[in-house]
């Protein structure tokens, strides 16, 4: 593979291989104060969320078939939301060095990546491509603020979900509030035990994977979690 480090990102194409189909991918990431802590002398939940997400890239392009069809974005929220990276065509993803602050304010942050999915969707098909359902995976250690109602967007959610509009799981890190992510969910929730993320983004490359091998529409074949990742139990709907 060409290095990317001699590539100049003002020259980032909007898609690679028009021609066949593509997936979107947005992470909605958690970058408040306590993803700051390190537990019982280890890793920062942060630092190792960072770490993952850019082995994620590496291990996502040894694959030409994912890398070609595959575009990520990444939002952060804390006491505000922010965009990270607008969705780019993975091997095109810049390195992450998420910081943490503030406190946990989700719902704003939630419907903006929403929109975001709902527009590259429109731009694959502008481009003559239909787009495989797009995926959200948030990642988060607490609850939202007081003063952040997450009733309406996670109606959105679901409205969203019945239309095959998108797919939205979670992942619960140590400290994670079960309700709300299964509120926003609805079933589609996992959790790490500890600050490795290394079996969690390896699921997602596999699942990628087999999106990438199957066609819109149609039902790909569903990846196992394993080691320090399982699914927090309530409604085990993985479709």
Not at 7 to 30: G, K, Q
Not at 70 to 92: G, T
Not at 114 to 136: A, D, I
Request: net charge negative; hydrophobic share 40%.
């Amino acid at each position: 593979m060409e290095n990317l480090e001699q590539r100049s990102f003002d020259e980032i194409p909007a898609i690679i291989n028009p021609s066949e189909h593509h997936m979107a991918l947005a992470f909605l990431l958690d970058t408040s104060g306590s993803m700051g802590f390190a537990q019982d002398g280890g890793v920062a939940p942060i630092t190792a969320l960072n770490q993952g997400l850019n082995r994620f890239k590496a291990e996502v392009c040894q694959n030409a078939q994912t890398r070609d069809i595959l575009d990520v974005a990444i939002v952060e929220f804390n006491s505000n939301f922010s965009i990270v990276q607008e969705f780019v065509p993975i091997e095109y993803m810049a390195e992450v060095n998420l910081s943490v602050a503030g406190t946990t304010k989700m719902s704003h942050a939630i419907r903006k990546t929403l929109e975001m999915v709902t527009e590259r969707s429109r731009f694959y098909r502008r481009s003559g491509t239909e787009p495989y359902k797009p995926w959200v995976i948030m990642i988060s250690d607490g609850a939202p603020d007081a003063d952040d109602d997450i009733t309406a967007v996670a109606r959105e959610i679901r409205e969203m979900e019945a239309a095959n509009k998108v797919s939205f799981r979670s992942l619960g890190v140590q400290g994670y509030d079960a309700k709300t992510l299964h509120t926003l969910c609805d079933g589609k929730v996992m959790k790490l035990d500890g600050t490795d993320f290394t079996n969690f983004f390896d699921w997602v490359n596999k699942s990628m994977r087999s999106v990438s091998q199957s066609s819109p529409g149609e039902k790909p074949k569903t990846e196992r979690l394993t080691g320090n990742v399982e699914i927090d139990v309530r409604n085990p709907d993985w479709d």
